[in-house]
C-alpha cells in the first residue's frame, strides 16, 4: 500500500510564507521522484515543483524564485518553501509522486500514480 499524507497548508496575507509538507508510507523514498502541483478553483491541476532522485530540483514559471523544493530522504519527507506568496498562488496544493516516471516527464500529471490528498492554502488580505 502506498499513501502520501501533505500538510502545512493555511491561510497567509500577500507576501507571506508557508511550507508545505509530504510523507509517503509505503514507498521506498529515495527511488521516487517527488513533486507538487496545485488546482485553483475552477481551474486544472498545474505542476509547481519536482525533485528528482539525485535531488535535481525543477519549478513552474510561476513560481521560480519564490518556492524551494527540498527532500530528506531519512524523514521521508518533501517539503516547498513558500515565499512572497501572492493572491494567485491559493490553491489545493498537492502532493505526487512516482517510482518509474522518466526525467523529461515530471510535468505531467498523468505521470504520477500517487497522490496526497491535498492541503489548503489561502492568500488574502
Known amino acids: 500500500q502506498v499513501q502520501l499524507v501533505d500538510s502545512g497548508g493555511g491561510s497567509v496575507e500577500p507576501g507571506g510564507s508557508l511550507r508545505l509538507s509530504c510523507t509517503p508510507s509505503g514507498v521506498t523514498f529515495s527511488r521516487y521522484v517527488m513533486s507538487w502541483f496545485r488546482q485553483p478553483p475552477g481551474k486544472e491541476r498545474e505542476f509547481v515543483s519536482a525533485?528528482?532522485?539525485?535531488?535535481?530540483?525543477y519549478y513552474s514559471d510561476s513560481v521560480k524564485g519564490r518556492c524551494t523544493i527540498s527532500r530528506d530522504n531519512a524523514k521521508n519527507t518533501v517539503y516547498l518553501q513558500m515565499n512572497n506568496l501572492k493572491p494567485e498562488d491559493a490553491a489545493v496544493y498537492y502532493c505526487?509522486?512516482?517510482?518509474?516516471?522518466?526525467?523529461?516527464?515530471?510535468?505531467?500529471?498523468?505521470?504520477?500514480?500517487?497522490w496526497g490528498r491535498g492541503t489548503q492554502v489561502t492568500v488574502s488580505s
Open positions: 525533485i528528482g532522485r539525485t535531488n535535481n530540483r
Open positions: 505526487a509522486g512516482s517510482s518509474t516516471i522518466i526525467l523529461s516527464s515530471y510535468r505531467r500529471a498523468s505521470e504520477y500514480a500517487n
